[in-house]
Structures are given as structure tokens and as C-alpha cells.
């Protein structure tokens, strides 16, 4: 088994846990063409103010989203409290810009902390440290949706990035002791650069930041987007799945995929590349393939809804879950000197000392697992129960002839199961 560099978080249930739920939500959501609408398309405060004006999310049941993302198998959920617009979901007291002053009338992420824990599930916060709202934030080069005014360099006269700074920790501060127990902060992100507009350590005055956070909630799960070299929690590899367990200086480390059903985290009507529920299903088992967990986006609709697609899709994986748990929940990458077959991935659950063997590709009549003869004690399929037999009929003996004698031969079903993707339980 792989050791991972231990972390100052309390990460024993995130490793178990596996599966999460990431929300984007806020003003993009009406734009619905992007959570980074402003930056794309270069609009001012005054141009996005309609947004503000106009946000009633008169569908919101945070009850109905915190029951789907069980149902899927979810064990978190991490929302975004404040993103890069600078909106804030809760009543903050340090700012005007916030849900309870726009049409919605009210804070809208304390009943979905409440939702979510009712059904279970721990509680994560998406902040945002880039704000492209904050007066005092200082209009950088590169995400800002300012950054390409004339006028750039004028209008920073007079920004105090301090001042932001302030406001950034008072608010992590609120959002640390006004809500319980809090499982994950999720900050993003950083850019450091080399000039004085760069966000990086000193922008956020990150260490700082970073005690406190320590101070007020000691086990909670921080990631790795506050620039800090040492201290955060959990590696976050964006849109793309490692081909390998996530390593710091050669060193295996805690991780965790984000990813999305489409294109764009925050709500997008027109972007037609969803992923199918089987590759979604597929990019789990990937992902706990390799020790990693997968956090998976919902942006819902500017009236407080998670749009068909996203629903279907997490039914989807919810009735996959419901059969294939036991692969996915306790399990981590399988342990040396197993090999993995052809078109497969291995996950294993080091308590019940069970191998899981997820077939991407069902072949015809015969599986081969290399190394595995005489290692096997019972195989069945996962999501039925039924037994899967060692092929010893002359088909797989002849089949074999080319093959180690270490190698298992396991006889399948000639239809693949009914299911997204099956998999084989071996009692080793
Ligand atoms: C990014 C993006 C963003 C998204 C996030 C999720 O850094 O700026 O919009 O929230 O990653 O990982």
C-alpha cells in the first residue's frame, strides 16, 4: 500500500469517502455562458449589475439538491461561497454584494449547509481569493476582466490590496465560525507573478490566512491553491485525470480530481459536450484507481435548479453506486504486483483485503489476470452477487496455451451485465 505524506487536516474520511459533490453557483448562472462571463467578456461592475439586480432563485430546494447528490453516492459536497465575481451566497457582513440584497431576499447557503447535513454528507467551502468586485483588490493583467482597460495602471491608484486582504480573512473568518463544524476549504486559486498585480502568497497574505484558518477549525481540509508550500491538505488536479497517483517531490500524496459533466462549472445552457453517465462512471473508478478522490461540478440554473442533464446524470451514477459502493467507498489504488488486464481498472480495499476488477471493455467468453493463479479464493460479479467460475473448459486452456502459468483465467457471461461498468469481486 501506497503511504501518502501525512496531512495536518483530518483526511482519514476523505480517503474512505471517495465521491463529492462540487456546486458553482452564483450570478453566471443567469449569463449562463460561462462562471467566468465577466472576464470573457470584459464587463464592468455597472454592466454586470443587471445580474445582481435580477437574481430570484424561486426553484431553490437545497433539500431536493442534497437528496439527489446522496442518492448519487456522494458523501460531500463543496459549494462556492464567494466566486472570482465576487458574489456571496451568505449574509456577510462585510459586504453589500451579497444574496440577501438581491431579489432571492435571503441567505442562500445556511439551509443548503443545513440540507446536506441533514442527508448526511460533510460540508466543504468553495472561496474564492480572486474578487473581481472588491474595490480594493488590485486589477491584474491576467484574470481580471478589467485587464485589458487603457486605463489599467490608473485605476489601481488608490486600490490597497491590503485592505483586501482584510476583507478576504474577515470573511473566511465568518464563514469558519458561523456554520459548525466545516469538513474542507477549497480556496482558488493563485497566480504569482513578479509584478505587484500577481496573486500569490502576498496578495492573500496567505500565511496568515493560514493560521487562522488552522486556529479556528484545526481538522478541516485545505487544498493547494493558496500558494503556500507547506500546510495545505489535498492536491486538486482540474479537468484532467492523472495518469497516476498524484506525487510532491516523489512522495505519493492525498488527492483530489475535479472535473465537470460539460464544459464550464457554472451554468451553461449552449455547451453540448456532456459526458456520457458511462465515461463519468469510468472517470470515478479511474480516479480511485489510482488513490484519488473525484469532486463532481452541478451548476444549477439562475433559478435554483440542477438543469435535466446534470439530474440524469447523477441518477445515473447513483444507480451504478448503489451496486458498486463496495469498489469505490475504503478503496484505493490495488497494491503492487497486481497487474491490471486489458481495458480495466483495479481498485482494492485494503480492511477486506478484496480486489475489485472493472471491466471498460467487456471481452468475449475469457478474462485474464496475470499473476493471479492461485490468489483467488472466490470471484463474483459486484452487482448481482453471481459466481464468476476459472475458465477450465478446453476454450480457455487453449486460449491459455501462450500464457504464464501465474496467469487466472476467469470464465464471463457472454452479454455484459446490465450496468455501466461491471466489475468482478475477488476474495484474494
Ligand atoms: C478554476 C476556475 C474556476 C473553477 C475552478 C474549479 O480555477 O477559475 O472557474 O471554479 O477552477 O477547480
Redesign the pocket.
Known amino acids: 500500500m501506497l503511504e501518502t505524506i501525512p496531512t495536518p487536516g483530518d483526511t482519514s474520511w476523505f480517503t474512505q469517502d471517495r465521491f463529492g459533490l ?1 456546486i ?1 453557483w452564483g450570478l453566471y448562472a443567469m449569463a449562463a455562458r460561462h ?2 462571463v465577466k472576464c470573457h467578456e470584459a464587463m464592468t461592475d455597472e454592466e454586470y449589475e443587471k445580474y445582481f439586480r435580477h437574481f430570484d432563485p424561486d426553484l431553490y430546494d437545497p433539500r431536493a439538491w442534497a437528496r439527489m447528490a446522496r442518492e448519487a453516492g456522494m458523501k460531500y459536497f463543496v459549494v ?1 461561497t464567494k ?2 465575481e465576487g458574489f456571496c451566497l451568505w449574509d456577510s457582513k462585510l459586504t453589500d454584494y451579497k444574496a440577501p440584497n438581491t431579489p432571492a431576499g435571503r441567505d442562500l447557503l445556511r439551509p443548503m449547509v443545513e440540507a446536506f447535513r441533514d442527508e448526511g454528507l460533510r460540508v466543504g467551502f ?1 472561496h ?1 481569493v ?1 474578487d473581481w468586485h472588491h474595490p480594493q483588490y488590485l486589477i491584474d493583467p491576467h484574470t481580471h476582466p478589467q485587464r485589458r482597460h487603457p486605463e489599467r495602471q490608473q485605476m489601481n491608484v488608490g486600490r490597497d490590496q491590503g485592505k483586501y486582504a482584510a476583507y478576504l480573512h474577515g470573511q473566511v473568518r465568518e464563514l469558519l465560525t458561523e456554520f459548525g463544524p466545516i469538513d474542507i476549504l477549497w480556496a ?2 493563485s497566480f504569482a507573478t513578479d509584478q505587484p498585480e500577481g496573486k500569490g502568497r502576498d496578495a492573500w497574505q496567505s500565511e496568515k490566512l493560514y493560521a487562522m484558518i488552522r486556529q479556528l477549525q484545526p481538522k478541516i481540509i485545505l487544498n493547494d ?1 493558496l500558494d503556500l508550500d507547506e500546510g495545505w491538505d489535498v492536491k ?1 488536479p ?2 484532467y485525470q492523472p495518469r497516476q497517483w498524484l506525487r510532491v517531490d516523489g512522495r505519493p500524496v492525498v488527492w483530489e480530481a ?1 472535473q465537470t459533466f460539460s464544459g464550464s ?2 451554468y451553461h445552457r449552449d455547451e453540448a459536450s456532456w459526458k456520457s453517465p458511462e465515461q463519468l462512471v469510468g472517470m470515478l473508478v479511474d480516479t480511485v484507481s489510482k488513490g484519488g478522490n473525484l469532486l463532481l ?1 452541478v451548476g444549477p440554473t439562475a433559478r435554483g435548479e440542477f438543469d435535466a442533464r446534470a439530474q440524469e446524470r447523477l441518477a445515473a451514477m447513483g444507480r451504478w453506486m448503489k451496486y458498486h459502493g463496495r469498489s469505490i467507498y475504503g478503496c484505493t489504488q490495488a497494491p503492487e504486483g497486481f497487474k491490471t488486464p486489458q481495458d480495466c481498472r483495479l481498485t482494492y480495499n485494503p480492511r477486506t483485503g478484496r480486489l475489485y476488477v472493472h471491466v471498460f471493455a467487456w471481452p468475449t467468453g475469457l478474462l485474464h489476470l496475470d499473476g493471479m493463479a492461485g490468489r483467488v479464493k472466490y470471484a463474483q460479479l459486484l452487482n448481482d452477487g453471481s459466481e464468476i467460475r476459472p475458465g477450465l473448459n478446453h476454450e480457455a486452456i487453449a486460449q491459455r496455451a501462450d500464457m504464464g502459468a501465474d496467469t487466472l483465467t476467469l470464465r464471463l457471461p457472454v452479454r455484459k451485465p446490465d450496468v455501466l461498468v461491471p466489475v468482478i469481486e475477488l476474495f484474494l
Do not use: A, L, V
Request: charged share 20%; aromatic share 24%; with cysteine.
Open positions: 462540487f458553482h462562471e467566468w462556492t466566486h472570482h468553495y474564492s480572486i482558488d486559486y491553491r486538486t482540474e479537468q475535479c462549472w457554472g461540478n
